[in-house]
């Protein structure tokens, strides 16, 4: 079990609507403290399945598309905010958000302005 595959997880108890919070996988759920109840194991380990599944299907969207977190970097490293970005490209920041979380794909004509404006040493490469 990798610390990636842990994190906080918020609950509620099915039985009394009490929040359950704990540190770990979902499998690790503790009973609840105000009334006992716990899900059945079983349960758990299919949910537990579930979100490994999620978690390596994210895994690989990122290895496919290894070139969506660079923009952004890029960004940052020329010292530009999103909105000042956005402002000097003549986009919304929403859609420069949307290029660099890679929902959008920009047009030839943005990635040349983003080359320009973050500068041709901090701009991934064009294929990215």
Sequence with gaps: ??????????????????????????????????????????????????????????????NATPGWEHWRKARISAGLTLRQAAKILDVAPSYLSAVEGCHELPSEALVGRMVLCYGGDNAPPKDA
């Design 1 to 62: 079990m990798s610390d990636e595959s842990k994190g906080f997880v918020d609950a509620t108890c099915r039985s009394c609507r009490k929040r359950i919070g704990w540190f770990g996988r979902l499998v690790d759920q503790p009973a609840c403290p105000r009334c006992g109840w716990k899900p059945h194991r079983a349960s758990l380990e299919a949910a537990q399945a579930e979100m490994d599944q999620f978690h390596q299907m994210l895994s690989e969207l990122r």
